[in-house]
């Protein structure tokens, strides 16, 4: 079944590229002297700052590009605002995933 793209909210789209906040998977270089979980609310905070400034640019929809993980999708759902659009990565590594994430939001009617 061929599933026709969704057309576009807005005429641009701005990617960030971001992980689910998991203690032990992210800022891992923080710790020590960060334990675990204070090293990914911190990334929580950086995540949602960077979705925060996109956000502020007009006429734009923002995209979270991150890894699929099991429980990604609904910790960033929890923590991202409603209108934040989420897309897992799609491909081997963050190039392939991020050429893909481009082709599937310009088929959709981004510029």
Excluded: W
């Amino acid at each position: 079944m061929i599933s026709t793209p969704r057309r576009a909210y807005r005429p641009r789209a701005l990617i960030v590229i971001g992980k689910a906040p998991f203690a032990g998977h992210v800022k891992t270089r923080l710790t020590p002297p960060l334990t675990p979980r204070r090293a990914a609310c911190l990334y929580t905070c950086f995540l949602l700052d960077c979705v925060a400034l996109a956000q502020a640019v007009p006429d734009t929809d923002v995209v979270v590009l991150y890894v699929p993980q099991p429980g990604a999708t609904r910790r960033l759902r929890e923590m991202l605002p409603v209108d934040c659009r989420l897309l897992p990565q799609q491909g081997v590594g963050i190039g392939e995933g991020t050429a893909n994430a481009f082709g599937q939001l310009l088929a959709e009617g981004y510029q």
